[in-house]
């Protein structure tokens, strides 16, 4: 998926996201330029520096949803991060590379996952042998078919002669699952490992460091014995197994270079680092955050458990309500690194009433989904849809503007009852008309008092 055309990526990101064509645009101009750049010449790819963008819009208005899909729909390493849970260095909390390091452990747990599934087939023949050996030891074997039943039955055979058929045997009653309620002992490894966390201020907080890993064969392999039943062990074989397979230099190495070459990171509510004139007390690590954030824009070198990862290629985009401060407080280096700026455009009725049907999976849909489940087949009118729109919108102009989030306020207050009482109405049809929906939201519209503390 991550070489999609513009015009396709845009597509995908309609069948969710109602309006804000401009930023689709955008977006999907800078994720087909990460696959244009793969494909220059490898002299001038390394000249060839990330558009990095920033969303400005009011709340509630897809910035975040489009973060979502975007995630969804490439193959590019991507993270989200909200900018908030950042502080300067010095300060308590997190800091910023390790936005660079949680990506770098997401994308190694992938390459790893996607690794062992490619080995899955082999893992599978040698946990089957492992498997084998346990029900079956090499000096004792069972030839005759009532005595390979009292395997199945959990029994014990001893004394019985050689065969060399005995094996294929036990391992087609295997694959037939007749051996799935026997239980077998097997060791197995204990994951409750101790875990040193580093705390400096050089960023190494995120490195937990296992006593295993520091001290390698010192330490006696941590295992303990159990009884599983066959079909549980062969599961834990087939993971160990696959595991044994994968070569975690390779993986290490491929991760690395994917979040280099193709790294995305969201940066959400980045309008809340932008200290206020004259702040004091926490206000002061704001313009720090910064400050910090500009040698990982602009390109330099992380450190990790993995290696050194350069994040000269790494795409940001940042997003932000920017409802108190401007974009053009953010210090102007900062700025700089963030060469495109989009405006989301502010919601009215008619994006509430398609956001309310048109989406996959729109809200409308999961209100249906979730009453279909306790037997009530519930349906919404046209012109309830279009009511439920209005009032959004006119709720919003009347108390703080929300956007989108506003709909799904509305909808539990219109449907409240129906909700609740779902387990033990006698009604399996229920229409909400626009009657319904204003004498149920009639209230909460009209008295703005109820509307703030409601909604």
């Known amino acids: 998926m991550s070489d999609l055309k513009p015009s396709e990526i845009v597509k995908e990101l309609d ?4 309006g804000q064509h401009k930023a689709k645009r955008f977006v999907a101009i ?3 330029n990460r696959w244009r750049r793969r494909n220059v010449p490898e002299g001038l790819r390394d000249e060839i520096a990330p558009k990095n963008i920033i969303l400005i819009g009011p709340t509630g208005v897809g910035k975040t949803e489009i973060a979502r899909r975007l995630s969804k729909l490439t193959h590019s390493p991507f993270i989200k991060v909200e900018a908030s849970k950042f502080t300067e260095v010095g300060y308590v909390g997190r800091d910023v590379e390790s936005m660079i390091r949680d990506l770098l452990e997401l994308t190694v747990n992938k390459v790893k996952s996607d690794e062992q599934e490619a080995v899955r087939g082999k893992a599978g023949e040698m946990a089957e042998e492992k498997l084998l050996d346990l029900l079956l030891p090499q000096s004792v074997s069972f030839p005759t078919g009532g005595e390979l039943n009292a395997i199945a039955d959990g029994q014990t055979v001893v004394d019985a002669p050689a065969s060399s058929t005995t094996r294929e045997k036990l391992r087609k009653m295997l694959r037939e699952n007749k051996l799935n309620d026997r239980t077998v002992d097997m060791e197995v490894s204990d994951r409750n490992m101790p875990v040193i966390e580093v705390f400096s201020n050089v960023g190494m907080e995120e490195l937990g460091i296992n006593l295993k890993d520091m001290l390698g064969g010192l330490m006696p392999k941590n295992t303990k014995r159990r009884k599983l039943k066959v079909s549980e062990a062969l599961d834990i074989l087939v993971q160990e197994e696959a595991q044994a397979l994968v070569d975690m230099e390779k993986v290490v190495k491929t ?30 690590s704001r313009e720090g955050v910064q400050r910090d954030l500009l040698p990982l824009v602009e390109g330099c070198t992380v450190m990790t458990k993995y290696g050194p990862v350069k994040t000269d290629h790494v795409l940001f985009v940042a997003s932000g309500a920017f409802h108190t401060v401007k974009p053009s407080d953010l210090i102007p280096e900062l700025q700089g690194r963030f060469p495109i700026r989009v405006e989301l455009n502010a919601l009215g009725h008619e994006e509430f009433r398609r956001i309310l049907v048109e989406p996959k999976n729109s809200l409308v849909l999961q209100y249906i989904a979730l009453l279909r489940t306790e037997g009530v087949d519930i349906a919404f009118t046209d012109e309830a849809v279009t009511e439920i729109a209005k009032i959004a919108q006119e709720v919003n102009e009347m108390t703080e503007n929300i956007g989108a989030r506003r709909l799904h306020t509305l909808m539990e207050c219109l449907l409240e009852d129906v909700l609740f009482d779902a387990p033990d109405t006698a009604e399996s049809h229920i229409v909400i008309d626009q009657t319904h929906v ?3 939201l009639k209230d909460i519209k009209e008295d703005e008092d109820l509307s703030r503390y409601i909604l």
């Open 15 to 18: 069948k969710y996201i109602v």
């Open 255 to 284: 991760a690395v270079e994917r979040v280099e070459q193709s790294g995305i990171v969201f940066l959400d509510e980045i309008d809340k680092i932008v200290g206020k004139d004259g702040g004091h007390g926490p206000d002061v």
């Open 30 to 32: 800078a994720l087909r």
């Open 438 to 440: 204003r004498e149920k």
